[in-house]
């Protein structure tokens, strides 16, 4: 090896190999059996799968009225909620359960990259007007992913409960604890025993949630949003990231274990590194690359099938279109049949005067819409086909597209 730089493309090449030939479900055999190893446990016979040696059903998940479903992959709102509107239900509903249960808000940031120092942390509050606030952290690995880290907060809040009703509440039955995560997919690996959970955080998880339930007392899981301003959550990241940099300077101990499920993600960092640089230096695709300049960005497309090909040919830059066609040599002019200009998707979407009606609903509808910091959108070809701004929220796009899948179907173009 001459340099550092042949050495990263060794990496990639030998990861973009494994990950091609390696089956899922080998992947995650493995995983499975190694953690089992790991932990000096015997391996699992190839006809039974599942940890049966370890059962959470005492942990339920519960959904928060008007906000989300733990059930569903997808979830939607009625209508078009603002943000304002879905965060008041969940803090109506916090009001509410805080009166008379614990309520235990967790987090698990991770400092220096998707795998690197992690530390988990909860913060307890007792039910109004009784009790102090108390938090805890834990420092979970120096090699760890966001999801290792979200899990084993779980873990902590379960404890931090288990140790306060021992030393406060004593006699205490039939409560209710309240775990509140930002993480979807950290609910939904405790709530299905996910393979990739490391066993003596399940083990840890089965005797503090046992301990609680045989003291009569219910655990809720409940899974509340990110950065949308709710004390207890504020809390618990704040606490999580100055442990974690402390950590990540070498001023905290932590464990320095690889799983690996990181081992996975680190291969899947390199390869997606490896796919955006020759994504940003290739010399095709560059109209593409203006609209979509990240990889891994998901694109939604309409149900009906002719709208999607006419969409992806736009973005393809290889459309029906007078000027594509024209550079294909599939037309003898680029000029529009309405005589304006060239038939360029930009002129397609806002100048050609043979779609003003269409064209006027589409601007209608565009002009109600607003970005994160409440202003008005710079309508652009960019934002109709392709709005992957950073201040420009996920139902805002998706209201985007949809009206542009109803311009294009509106204008009985097969482009």
């Known amino acids: 090896m001459n340099n550092g730089h042949d050495l990263m493309k060794l990496m990639e090449s030998s990861t973009r190999l494994g990950l091609r030939f390696c089956p899922l ?43 989300g479903s733990l059930t569903n992959s997808v979830h939607h709102i009625p209508g ?15 009001c509410l359960k805080s009166k008379d249960s614990v309520m235990v808000y967790t987090d698990g940031p991770v400092y220096g990259g998707k795998a690197g120092s992690g530390v988990c942390s ?34 902590l809040g379960i404890e931090t409960a288990t140790d306060y009703f021992k030393n406060t509440s004593p006699g205490v039955h039939d409560a209710t604890v309240y775990i509140l995560c930002d ?17 003596h955080v399940l083990n840890r998880l089965n005797a503090s949630s ?37 950590v990540y300077k070498g001023y905290t101990a932590a464990p320095m274990n690889v799983s690996i499920k990181t081992a ?11 796919w955006q640089r020759m994504w940003d230096n290739d010399l095709s695709g560059r109209y593409t690359h203006n609209l979509i300049s990240c ?11 002719d709208t999607g090909i006419s969409y992806c040919r736009l973005l393809l830059h290889d459309s029906m279109l007078k000027d594509d066609s024209f550079r294909s040599g599939t037309s003898d002019s680029p000029i529009c049949e309405c005589g304006s200009g060239k038939e360029t998707s930009e002129h397609y979407l806002f100048d050609s005067c043979r779609y003003r009606k269409q064209r006027e609903e589409l601007l209608d509808q565009l002009l109600q819409l607003h970005d994160k910091n409440h202003k008005m959108l710079y309508i652009s070809a960019n934002l109709l086909l392709a709005p992957h701004l950073d201040n420009i929220s996920k139902c805002c796009s998706r209201i985007i597209k949809e009206l542009l899948f109803e311009f294009i179907s509106g204008t009985s173009r097969a482009l």
Do not use: W
């Open 295 to 305: 990889v891994n960005s998901k694109v939604l497309f309409p149900l009906a099938r």
């Open 210 to 246: 046992q301990e609680l339930v045989a003291a009569g007392i219910n655990i809720k899981l409940l899974n509340i949003p990110g950065r949308s301003g709710i004390k207890g959550n504020i809390e618990a990241d704040k606490h999580a990231k100055d442990t974690a940099y402390k």
């Open 264 to 274: 996975f993600n680190l291969s899947n960092d390199i390869a997606t590194r490896s």
């Open 122 to 155: 909860a913060i307890l509050y007792p039910p109004t007007a009784s009790g102090t606030v108390s938090h805890c952290t834990r420092a979970v690995g120096t090699m760890v992913s966001i999801d290792e880290c979200e899990i084993d907060g779980i873990s």
């Open 25 to 67: 479900e080998y992947i995650k055999t493995l995983s499975r059996e190694l953690h089992r190893a790991l932990d000096g446990q015997r391996p699992l016979s190839a006809s039974n799968h599942k940890l049966q040696d370890i059962h959470l059903t005492t942990i339920s998940t519960i959904n928060i009225p008007g906000y």
């Open 80 to 94: 078009h909620t603002s943000e304002s509107k879905t965060k008041e239900k969940i803090d109506d509903f916090i």
């Open 183 to 199: 993480s979807l997919s950290a609910i939904h690996a405790v709530n299905s025993m996910d393979s990739c959970i490391p066993l």
